[in-house]
């Protein structure tokens, strides 16, 4: 099955500063790579993903790139406030012909501490 | 329009009971799963339904059942709780037709086992 490795567990910056999350993924099958943002106490909620026909995808201050041939994954965040504040998971997933879709393969989480 | 909900938010059981959580969504989704989390390990896929009347397990499946009721419903069951089995648990769908492929979660059910 899907393997997903996230580093760092922990990243701490300066209010400002960028924010860059790592992965990589085990199975060249995977074609969606979404990230999760997880505040305390609340559910995951998607902040930005991207398919595997697509090297890079941006959203404002957040940005995604995808290596298929290195199998890894990069989430960028720019100009961080307090607010992005959270546990941050990166995921993998399949879309398996004739099995509709399939479960998400997630990283074990970052959690991203922003100093005022 | 409520998206994915659960129940119970929160529930406390003995070595050995028995309880069904309940996940019900409103999007007309066609795919539903359940995933547990634990500190520091992520979320890991229990099992999945990727339409009505299906059902497949995932990584953690083992004492674990669930039923597709209907394309709204899908529980999980515990059939003899463990403390292991101590964690949150997440439902979610999506609309696997869909080229988004995006997934919704419920607000979790926090789940003791002593």
């Known amino acids: 099955g899907e393997n997903v490795e996230q580093h760092p567990s922990t990243l701490s910056v300066q209010e400002g500063d960028s924010a860059v999350i790592k992965c990589t993924y085990s199975?060249?099958?995977?074609?969606?790579f979404p990230w999760y943002k997880q505040e305390l106490g609340k559910r995951p909620q998607l902040i930005i993903d991207?398919?595997?026909?697509?090297g890079e995808k941006k959203d404002q201050r957040i940005a995604v790139t995808l290596n298929k041939t290195a199998k890894h994954f990069s989430l960028h965040i720019t100009e961080t406030q307090p607010e992005d504040s959270a546990v941050y998971f990166c995921?993998?997933?399949?879309?398996?012909?004739?099995?509709?879709?399939?479960?998400?393969?997630f990283g074990k989480g970052t959690h991203l501490i922003i100093q005022p | 329009n409520a998206g994915v909900t659960q129940t119970p938010k929160f529930q406390v059981l003995k070595t050995g009971q028995s309880m069904t959580l309940q996940c019900a969504q409103d999007?007309?989704?066609?795919?539903m799963y359940w995933y547990r989390q634990d500190p520091g390990m992520g979320l890991r896929l229990i099992y999945y339904?990727?339409?009505?009347?299906?059902?497949d397990k995932g990584e953690v499946p083992n004492g674990y059942n669930v039923s597709r009721l209907n394309k709204r419903e899908f529980s999980l069951r515990l059939e003899s709780a463990a403390p292991s089995q101590t964690s949150v648990y997440f439902c979610?769908?999506?609309?696997?037709?869909?080229?988004?492929?995006?997934?919704?979660f419920g607000p979790g059910t926090r789940l003791t086992v002593t």
């Open positions: 979610a769908s999506s609309e696997a037709s869909q080229p988004t492929y995006e997934q919704y």
């Open positions: 199975d060249s099958a995977s074609n969606y």
């Open positions: 991207i398919r595997s026909n697509v």
């Open positions: 995921a993998a997933a399949g879309w398996y012909s004739g099995g509709g879709a399939d479960g998400l393969t």
């Open positions: 999007m007309n989704h066609n795919s």
């Open positions: 339904s990727a339409s009505e009347g299906t059902t």
